[in-house]
């Protein structure tokens, strides 16, 4: 069996390329779990349950250590009639920050 090297460049592209999808799956459902944990102590209703990537860039952790870092939107509610958006900052599978409207959590 014979490889080339554009066949073994296809495949390492694949691979990286799946490894970041099933990645950015997992960050994505621990901003939602994030900002439902929060909802819950904090009285508010995260709509639709999901988070939509609003930013993408590369940081670096408190340890010097490059990683990906994310910037979720998400839609919430106060009292069921509302709707407000909010945002939530993770730096690899670490949540950063939550921001409900203008309050800090």
């Not at 250590?65 to 670490?94: A, H």
């Amino acid at each position: 069996m014979l490889f080339t090297i554009e066949g073994l460049l296809g495949v390492i592209l694949f691979c990286v390329t799946a490894i970041y999808f099933l990645n950015a799956t997992k960050v994505r459902e621990f901003a939602i779990d994030a900002v439902t944990f929060e909802g819950k102590k904090g009285n508010f209703q995260l709509l639709d349950q999901s988070v939509h990537l609003n930013k993408l860039s590369l940081s670096r952790d408190s340890n010097g250590r490059w990683k990906i870092w994310r910037q979720y939107r998400f839609d919430y509610s106060l009292e069921g009639d509302d709707r407000r958006q909010g945002y939530v900052i993770m730096l690899g599978n670490t949540r950063q920050t939550i921001v409900f409207a203008e309050r800090l959590v």
